[in-house]
Structures are given as structure tokens and as C-alpha cells.
């Protein structure tokens, strides 16, 4: 019997796994982490080579699956790696990148 709990937890791989089965989203973590500090969308599509409307789409679906923190200034949003969430469901990951 699966409980309420365990059933998040599952709820919240399936979101890590598909938001990361995206080459670009997996780019987007990569130079966030390389770079090791908050970005906003225009600099990480930049580097990326993506739109800043298409990296923003990017941006909010790695925001529900909990891998960015997003702090907005003014109408700038900018992210930064969720080292806690990669630390609970994928340890060393982001040493792979």
C-alpha cells in the first residue's frame, strides 16, 4: 500500500524526469550550474542560443518540477539551481553535467 507521502514523492520523480528528458531544459540546468550564480532568462537564452520567450517556457517547467528557485526584480525573473532538490532525488547528478 503506496502512502500519501510515497505517492509525492513518485508525483515529483515523474515531473524531475520529464522536465529533464528535454535537451534544452537540460542545457538550462547546465549553464545555471557551470556558471554558479542567479541568471535571468535573456542571459541563460544567450547562452543557450534560445528565445527569451522559449527559454521562459523552459524556465517555468523546470520551476514545477522544483529544480530552479525563481526571485523576481521588477519584471526581471531570475533563477538559480535547486541544489536541495537535486540532492534528494538525483545525488551527483550535476557533477555529471
Known amino acids: 500500500m503506496t502512502t500519501e507521502k510515497e505517492a509525492l514523492n513518485h508525483e515529483q520523480r515523474v515531473k524531475i524526469f520529464k522536465a529533464l528528458a528535454d535537451e534544452t531544459r537540460l542545457e538550462i540546468i547546465r549553464t545555471l550550474y557551470i556558471n554558479k ?11 543557450c542560443d534560445t528565445s527569451k520567450s522559449n527559454t521562459s517556457y523552459h524556465f517555468r517547467t523546470l520551476r514545477e518540477a522544483k529544480l530552479i528557485k525563481v526571485r523576481k526584480e521588477a519584471q526581471t525573473k531570475y533563477m538559480t539551481i535547486d541544489l536541495e532538490t537535486f540532492q534528494t532525488y538525483l545525488p551527483g547528478f550535476l ?3
Open 37 to 47: 550564480k542567479e541568471m535571468n532568462c535573456g542571459e541563460v537564452g544567450h547562452i
Open 95 to 97: 557533477d555529471t553535467l
